[in-house]
């Protein structure tokens, strides 16, 4: 489980990654075009359509984004699950009863 975390670690420290998961969020099944085409105008991101494709491979290969051929157009979709298990395995301290006074002051 180490190895997954790792690569959404690494997928996420990429600036140009995190504009085009935040696309995905904002729309969904955006093709390589789509999004180049978003970047540039939303994020002034002016990376080649070959770059941003890298980047795609490097987001599924985390398993941040899927993607799926419909006859010649391919689309990528968000999946936020590999972030779910990042907070799963720490999650917030559970609740504790009223704090104890400091000591001395009782």
Same mark, same amino acid.
């Given at each position: 489980m180490g190895d997954a975390h790792g690569n959404v670690f690494r997928a996420l420290a990429d600036p140009t990654r995190r504009a085009i998961l935040d696309e995905l969020q904002d729309r969904s099944? %955006?093709? #390589?075009?789509? $999004?180049? /085409?978003?970047?540039?105008?939303?994020?002034?991101?002016?990376?080649?359509?070959?770059?941003?494709? %890298?980047h #795609?491979?490097? $987001?599924? /290969?985390a398993g941040l984004v899927h993607s799926r051929r419909e006859g010649r157009y391919k689309f990528h979709?968000?999946?936020?699950?590999? $972030?779910r298990?990042?907070?799963?395995?720490?999650?917030?301290?559970?609740a504790t009863p009223e704090e104890e006074p400091p000591c001395g002051s009782a």
């Open positions: 099944g %955006q093709t #390589l075009f789509e $999004l180049c /085409a978003r970047l540039v105008t939303r994020h002034g991101v002016g990376s080649s359509r070959q770059a941003v494709s %890298q #795609l491979e490097v $987001l599924e /290969a979709d968000l999946d936020t699950t590999p $972030l298990t990042i907070t799963d395995r720490w999650p917030p301290p559970p």
